[in-house]
């Protein structure tokens, strides 16, 4: 017992925290209000602190982009309300020596009206079939009129006749010529679609190097291993103004916004080029729970100049990838704050305690003085 005492009396000489007798305290209305101040303020900052604790955050990195050897899509959706769908075609070509003279193959198409509307019957092709028959007699096989045929060696539509052109690289000049075409009124179809415009949604898939996307009227066939872009006649009036209502290069991440959603052109002739360039960087972000979402992220400039009517996208790869890391406080630092919140406040309300008590005591003490003289 008598140790245990000794420890006791040793352990009240350290204590840093004196307390003053209750006899010698004196509690004012400024000190009150000051308490009731000071407890707000503190549960109002430990309150944010325990909601941010609550919140995550993603911190960025930089790298060097190892990942070029891979594919990148790029999704769009335009409506172009002066262009018709039939007159539009979209080729690609990049750095790496890829040409895509056709690269719609995931991209559809919708007719509109000149209000805006979608053209209902859009989908139902206006063609006529071809004959059973030849003029010999023998089952029909259309000429594919000097163009590469096809595996079964005939030509039977005009959409079969013009592929076998852009096969061989020729521009398909005169449809009038070919009996198929003058069937199925192709002429007639194209020319019934001014005043039309069109809606291209969808996506194409790239080389992840410098390249350039075109989207022009007419057709673009590749020549030699040059795309050669051709305008013909024959086509129906159009000019390139555009609306951009999505661009996005990869998988779209929550909260990543499209510096060209909304962007919207009008072109003052039907001789007038939109050009966008567009720099690519890759993008992935880490999740705690293991998970990681890649993506990219880009900005863009913008030109416009009179010249052969069409919208391109020149966009370039950046060879560094930017990595969010998702980070949460840890429970120490929510700790810490909370310390230093409480005792900061405390003692900061507790020096404006003592300024205004000592001022009260000095003016009252001046007044005593001033009555007795």
């Known amino acids: 017992m008598l140790r245990t005492g000794r420890l006791a009396a040793r352990l009240q000489r350290l204590d840093a925290y004196a307390k003053p007798l209750e006899d010698f305290s004196t509690r004012t209305l400024a000190g009150g209000i000051l308490t009731v101040v000071a407890a707000l303020a503190i549960a109002v900052l430990v309150g944010m602190e325990l909601m941010a604790y609550g919140r995550s955050e993603l911190v960025p990195t930089l790298a060097v982009d190892r990942e070029r050897a891979e594919k990148m899509r790029i999704s769009f959706d335009i409506t172009l309300p002066r262009a018709p769908c039939i007159v539009l075609g979209i080729a690609v070509a990049d750095t790496a020596g890829e040409l895509q003279a056709s690269a719609a193959k995931h991209v559809a198409k919708t007719r509109l009206s000149s209000d805006g509307r979608a053209v209902t019957n859009a989908l139902e092709p206006d063609t006529a079939a071809p004959p059973a028959t030849g003029p ?35 521009a398909f000049t005169d449809p009038n010529s070919i009996e198929q075409c003058v069937r199925e009124g192709y002429v007639r179809r194209m020319r019934a679609q001014a005043g039309e415009g069109c809606r291209m949604r969808g996506y194409i898939d790239v ?5 350039t996307l ?22 129906p009036d159009f000019d390139f103004s555009h609306v951009v209502n999505e661009l996005a290069f990869g998988q779209a991440l929550p909260g990543q916004k499209s510096p060209l959603a909304g962007v919207t052109k009008t072109a003052e002739t039907a001789n007038f080029r939109f050009q966008y360039f567009v720099k690519v960087v890759g993008s992935e972000v880490c999740f705690r729970n293991g998970t990681v979402a890649r993506s990219n992220e880009y900005a863009a400039t913008e030109f416009v100049k009179p010249s052969d009517p069409g919208l391109s996208l020149v966009y370039d790869i950046s060879p560094m990838r930017v990595i969010y890391t998702e980070h949460s406080p840890s429970l120490g630092s929510l700790l810490t704050s909370i310390c230093a919140i409480v005792g900061g406040i405390s003692t900061v309300a507790g020096l404006v305690d003592a300024l205004i008590f000592r001022t009260e005591r000095a003016l009252r003490r001046k007044r005593e003085l001033g009555k007795q003289n």
């Open 214 to 235: 075109r989207v022009s009227g007419g057709e673009t066939v590749n020549t030699g291993g040059t795309l050669v872009h051709r305008s013909y006649e024959y086509l």
């Open 207 to 211: 080389n992840k190097v410098a390249g």
């Open 136 to 170: 010999d007699g023998k089952p029909y096989c259309g000429s594919c009129y000097g163009g590469i045929a096809p595996e079964g060696g005939c030509c039977n539509t005009c959409a079969a006749v013009h592929e076998a052109y852009s096969r061989r690289g020729w």
